[in-house]
Structure formats: structure tokens, C-alpha cells
């Protein structure tokens, strides 16, 4: 496992010849890992884990709201700002993406108040799930046309975030809460 410099000046890490992982891809990865120590936490009720909770969840939500155009898209943090990442990704890749990210945004703070006993938890995770099924939508029409693997990562992604939206809107409302 090492770290390389590309010839586009962004760090990929290595692992064998197997898995090539941006700098952003990593951070996201470390992010949900903590995210699911959070939860283990919080299920036995260990303490801090509210602390360790929102710390990991918040992070991750600002990561999908603020980059998640750039991190569906594998453009460089470094080569946000340039018009170069942009050439051969057209309007409709950007703006899924960016709705994707928002999706994704809403549900990770929605699995957070619902993980912390927050009011609104069910009202975010309905909200997210809506925007996440537009976006599915949108990206399957697309992907039926063009086939093209962003479009499958963002319908496996969303899907995936759909599912334990779902799980947690069926939980009962006192499984995370302190006694």
C-alpha cells in the first residue's frame, strides 16, 4: 500500500493493482467506518458516543453537500477550480451529482438524529428518500441511454443509503435512546 502522484498532480493510493483510491474516496471511507463505530456506540450505549456520532456524521454530510459533485465525479480536490476536470462530463452527469450529494447530505444527518433521538429524524429520512428515488430516477433513465458507470455507482450508492433509511424509519424509536 503506498501513495502515487498522478500525472493530473492528485494522490491516488495503491493497493497492489487492485484498488486505486482518491485522497477524497479515502476520507469518505475513514468518515462512514467512524460513522458505523458511532452507531456500534451508540447501541450499547457507551459513553461520548453522541460526541463521536455527530462528529462523524456531520463531517460526512458536509463532505456530500459541499464536494459530492467532485467526489461522484473522481475530480480531484486540487482540480476543483479547474476548467480542465470539467471537459467530458456533461450538464446532466454535474447536476445528478450534485443532487445526489444533497440526497445523500440529508439522509446522513437524518441517520444521525434518528441514531441520536433528535426531533425531525423521520422527516429527514422522508425527505431523503424522496430526493434520493428522484435521483435514482433520473440516473437510470440516463444509464438506460448511455451506460455509463458513474450513473451505475450513483444508483448503487443512493440505493444503498435508501435501504438504511428505510431500516431506520421502521426501528422503533427507543432503540437509541438512554435509560
Known amino acids: 500500500m503506498y501513495l502515487t502522484q498522478t500525472t493530473t498532480n492528485s494522490y491516488r493510493l495503491k493497493l497492489g493493482k487492485i484498488v486505486i483510491l482518491t485522497i477524497m474516496k479515502m476520507f469518505e471511507i475513514i468518515l462512514i467506518l467512524g460513522a458505523i463505530i458511532g452507531l ?8 461520548l458516543d453522541s460526541l463521536i456520532v455527530s462528529v462523524f456524521f456531520i463531517t460526512l454530510s458536509c463532505l ?21 476536470s470539467y471537459k467530458g462530463i456533461g450538464t446532466w452527469r454535474i447536476l445528478i451529482a450534485i443532487g445526489a450529494g444533497l440526497a445523500l447530505s440529508i439522509l ?26 428522484i435521483i435514482i430516477t433520473l440516473a437510470l433513465i440516463i444509464n438506460a ?5 458513474f450513473y451505475s455507482n450513483i444508483i ?11 431500516i431506520f424509519l421502521l426501528l422503533p424509536g427507543h432503540l437509541f435512546e438512554k435509560l
Open 108 to 133: 446522513t444527518i437524518g441517520f444521525m438524529f434518528a441514531i441520536l433521538s433528535y426531533p425531525l429524524a423521520k422527516t429527514l429520512l422522508v425527505v431523503g428518500i424522496v430526493l434520493a428515488a
Open 40 to 47: 456500534l456506540l451508540a447501541l450499547f450505549k457507551i459513553p
Open 145 to 149: 441511454q448511455e451506460k455509463n458507470q
Open 156 to 166: 448503487l450508492r443512493s440505493s444503498v443509503f435508501v435501504i438504511i433509511a428505510v
Open 64 to 84: 456530500y453537500f459541499c464536494l459530492g459533485f467532485a467526489l461522484f465525479n473522481n475530480i480531484a480536490l486540487r482540480k476543483i477550480f479547474e476548467a480542465d
